[in-house]
């Protein structure tokens, strides 16, 4: 099934490199009352951060179902942008878990970084883990960066980002991310948006410097 990007107004941004390149994000937390203050400083709507989800836990559950232990599958979706990374068997694999999501609701594009591999080591996602929380970090103490405009991930010390962002976000990022100690490579998955969107999302000044 081939799957185009409906973009209205916004620009997707994929793009591999070694380190130095492009990359940023915060997950969002979503369930129960998590939700209702996460969505307020997140550049999806809330109808959209719950379709994210689900297709997140769709997809992983078919995946398991099809492949079993044959593969490590991560999936991450943003904005209905579907992120695979991990690890498969083979070719066939590979095209069979982009298929399983396709088939998934609310999907609208794909993005297949899986690997023909063995699977991943549990001291490698260890050490993933540990980098996706320094990126995370950092980019919560850049106080000129909104955290919750970025998701990242990382895969055999290669970080994968999603987010909405304009071109001064993203540059400012890479300086984040690029002194972010296990960062090896970053591949970067972003809608580009304006200065006067990001200040629609972000309200008047009043409503950002009061106090709850």
């Known amino acids: 099934m081939s799957f185009s990007i409906r973009r209205a107004g916004l620009a997707l941004i994929l793009m591999g490199s070694t380190l130095g390149g492009l990359t940023a994000c915060f997950p969002l937390a979503v369930g129960g009352a998590v939700v209702g203050g996460m969505v307020a400083a997140d550049r999806r709507t809330t109808g959209t951060v719950v379709e994210d989800e689900g297709i997140e836990l769709r997809s992983g559950s078919r995946i398991r179902e099809a492949i079993g232990e044959r593969g490590h599958v991560n999936v991450t ?37 899986l690997a023909i591999l063995g699977n991943s080591t549990l001291t490698q996602r260890s050490s993933d883990s540990l980098t996706t929380g320094r990126v995370k970090a950092g980019l919560v103490d850049a106080s000129d960066l909104s955290a919750n405009a970025f998701k990242i991930t990382t895969e055999r010390g290669t970080t994968y980002v999603m987010g909405r962002v304009t071109p001064r976000e993203a540059k400012r990022a890479t300086e984040v991310i690029s002194a972010t100690p296990g960062v090896q490579r970053v591949v970067r998955i972003l809608e580009t948006i304006s200065e006067e969107e990001l200040a629609r999302f972000q309200g008047p000044p009043a409503a950002r410097t009061a106090k709850p």
């Open 77 to 113: 979706s943003y904005n209905r942008q579907v992120l695979l990374t991990g690890e498969v068997g083979s070719a066939q694999d590979r095209q069979l878990v982009e298929q399983i999501v396709a088939g998934v609701d609310n999907v609208r594009h794909i993005v297949n970084e």
